[in-house]
């Protein structure tokens, strides 16, 4: 009995320490190993593939640290092109395509396209006729290999030779109900919906097509419905109205993850195109407040990351401004020790960017932030005091560079 004592006492200790190092500043560790476990690798009925099983309740919220930026992706500060009208972008999303990053605005009627460097390509608009939108663009895809932009709407995505602008072909998906998201994989296509309530069981949640619009393989809604594949006490997010978020990775698998701002949990599944194969590999709570919330869950090569956004009062902007609180987490994939964070610019004296509204796709990081808002941050940080003379110096030179009729900046990185 004194042992058993002794040793739980032990063990009290050891997670106290692990707590109160991991609650350091990561400039001194530059890694997660000394925070402790926050999830544990469950066997799968099929004994092939596991279930990561992360705890909210695991993290210490009231202590994040700081986790540079260039930890977690390979990033630079891109000032875009504005020498006309047309090329100004507002609130919205940035998506990276090799050379080419995308930004549609929240309305759904316009798309820029600039290259990575920040050089204004061309505009593609709602209007009339196949050339335009005719309506509401959900998402944008560039397939940048063969150089032609996707718009894609309710019942049909448009492609655009991105050179030229013009219009070439349109691929009806009448038989879908949702907006999807769209990826081009060498010579197919990959959607993807959120495959919704009851009534939508009977349609598909993935599906792939030849560049014509065939059908090849899917994967249909009712596969969320599964209760063979994860633990039953995770099953509430399959229930409830969601929304899909994907990526490639580098180990030939896509990222399906299922976000619902009221579900008690939400997973990541990994789907192989090759196969046809779709199974659940990360699960975390997901933690009800009487506000509502919004949580993302995301996966890189090497982190496991999501974050919660809990609203303080009215709506949130879809630029990620607005009257919110954001909690971020980070989760090492290899020996799942994680915690909560800051997630900071280490490049411009660690600047927190953890309540900006990021976008990871196709392997990268992108942040979309109008000159005023950089500014705001700079002058954060800079009355935050704790930089030397040179972190000072670039953070002044910088901030006063920036005219706010700028055209927005992003920061875009290839994630690790």
């Not at 663009?137 to 709407?153: M, Q, R, T």
């Not at 019942?155 to 991105?162: A, C, D, E, Q, S």
């Not at 994967?219 to 039953?232: C, E, G, K, R």
């Not at 890189?300 to 009062?313: H, I, K, L, Q, R």
Request: with cysteine.
């Amino acid at each position: 009995m004194r042992k058993e004592l002794l040793y739980n006492i032990f063990q009290m200790c050891l997670t106290i320490f692990l707590l109160l190092s991991c609650q350091s500043k990561i400039s001194q560790s530059e890694s997660l190993m000394s925070c402790p476990v926050v999830g544990v690798k469950n066997a799968i009925d099929n004994a092939v593939d596991s279930l990561i099983v992360v705890d909210y309740n695991n993290f210490d919220f009231d202590h994040p640290i700081d986790f540079p930026l260039s930890e977690f992706c390979d990033y630079e500060l891109v000032k875009l092109e504005n020498s006309t009208k047309e090329m100004m972008v507002g609130p919205g999303r940035f998506y990276v395509f090799g050379n080419y990053m995308t930004w549609r605005d929240p309305y759904g009627h316009r798309a820029l396209v600039f290259d990575r460097q920040g050089n204004y390509i061309r505009t593609f608009i709602d209007s009339q006729g196949p050339e335009g939108f005719e309506g509401f663009c959900s998402s944008i895809h560039v397939d940048a290999e063969n150089e032609e932009l996707y718009a894609i709407l309710r019942r049909k995505t448009k492609v655009y030779n991105l050179k030229t602008g013009e219009y070439v072909k349109s691929i009806d998906h009448e038989k879908e109900m949702r907006l999807p998201l769209m990826i081009t994989m060498q010579d197919k296509l990959l959607f993807v919906q959120a495959p919704g309530q009851m009534e939508y069981l009977k349609k598909d949640a993935i599906w792939q097509t030849d560049k014509e619009g065939n059908q090849v393989k899917s994967i249909p809604s009712s596969f969320f419905w599964n209760m063979d594949l994860v633990n039953h006490q995770y099953f509430e997010d399959f229930w409830m109205s969601s929304f899909p978020l994907i990526k490639p990775s580098g180990e030939d698998y896509f990222l399906f993850s299922l976000n619902n701002r009221y579900a008690i949990c939400d997973t990541t599944y990994h789907y192989y195109p090759a196969t046809n194969r779709m199974v659940p590999a990360t699960t975390m709570k997901n933690p009800y407040t009487e506000n509502g919330g919004f949580y993302t869950q995301e996966e890189t090569p090497t982190y496991y990351t999501a974050y919660f956004t809990e609203m303080v009062s009215g709506t949130i902007q879809l630029d990620g401004y607005g009257d919110r609180i954001t909690k971020r987490v980070m989760v090492d994939k290899k020996t799942l020790r994680g915690s909560s964070v800051h997630l900071c610019l280490d490049k411009l004296g660690m600047i927190d960017i953890t309540a900006e509204y990021a976008q990871t796709f196709s392997g990268d990081f992108a942040l979309n932030l109008s000159p005023d808002r950089l500014q705001q941050l700079i002058e954060e940080r800079l009355n935050k005091g704790g930089l030397d003379d040179k972190e000072r110096l670039k953070l002044r030179t910088l901030y006063d560079s920036i005219d706010p009729d700028d055209n927005n900046y992003v920061i875009v990185g290839k994630l690790k």
